[in-house]
T-cell receptor, first 112, second 117 residues
Framework: SQKIEQNSEALNIQEGKTATLTCNYT??????LQWYRQDPGRGPVFLLL?????KEKRKERLKVTFDTTLKQSLFHITASQPADSATYLC???????????FGKGTKLSVKP | GAGVSQSPRYKVTKRGQDVALRCDPI?????LYWYRQALGQGPEFLTY????????KSGLPNDRFSAERPEGSISTLTIQRTEQRDSAMYRC???????????????FGNGTRLTVT
């Protein structure tokens, strides 16, 4: 069956370090993958999209990689700050109908 | 402009009652999605529309759930004969272009918290 897994439910790191979040998927062949940030009580907010023919995408302190052979995307936040604390969700297009399927998310906590 | 607007923000209803949840997408957005999100989980796909056409309703849990978007703008998600297991956060999202055109980002509303007592 199709599955999206984000490596851990929670990740705690020290301010200034690089946070690395993992998204693995099985039985999908997505044309692209998206990452979202969700703060408590709010809806997810789009961060980055990476297409299957792109190895890496950057936006300010964010970097996403996409390995279609490993069926994995890595999401990096460099020079992390306490304000980066949130839940991060990966999402990909599932099935022929084109609906967007989300992982469970990883809750990142950046300690000062 | 305004973002995606959902109403009501909170809805408490008794088991067996029908509820209607409303979503007002960003003006001009072609696609509209409904998701359900349990605490500590990612959004669970329910259904989506391109304009007024319902493209995929494979995520609707059962036939008590239905959705419509009659004029290609505002959408209503209706749950008939509500049950306690229907309690959740229901989120609506819209995107500028329809699926399949390069992965248009979704813009989410703040959701409707439904509690069935």
């Amino acid at each position: 069956s199709q599955k999206i897994e984000q490596n851990s439910e929670a990740l705690n790191i020290q301010e200034g370090k690089t946070a690395t979040l993992t998204c693995n998927y099985t039985n999908y062949s997505p044309a692209y993958l998206q990452w979202y940030r969700q703060d408590p009580g709010r809806g997810p907010v789009f961060l980055l999209l990476i297409r299957e023919n792109e190895k890496e995408k950057r936006k300010e302190r964010l970097k996403v990689t996409f390995d279609t052979t490993l069926k994995q995307s890595l999401f990096h936040i460099t020079a992390s700050q306490p304000a980066d604390s949130a839940t991060y969700l990966c999402a990909l297009e599932g099935g022929s109908q084109g609906n967007l399927i989300f992982g469970k998310g990883t809750k990142l906590s950046v300690k000062p | 402009g305004a973002g995606v607007s959902q109403s009501p923000r909170y809805k408490v209803t008794k088991r067996g009652q029908d509820v209607a949840l409303r979503c007002d997408p960003i003006s001009g957005h072609v696609s509209l999605y409904w998701y359900r999100q349990a605490l500590g989980q990612g959004p669970e796909f329910l259904t989506y529309f391109n304009y007024e056409a319902q493209q995929d309703k494979s995520g609707l849990p059962n036939d008590r759930f239905s959705a419509e978007r009659p004029e290609g703008s505002i959408s209503t998600l209706t749950i008939q004969r509500t049950e306690q297991r229907d309690s959740a956060m229901y989120r609506c999202a819209s995107s500028l272009v329809s699926r399949g055109f390069g992965g248009s980002p979704l813009h989410f509303g703040n959701g409707t918290r439904l509690t069935v007592t």
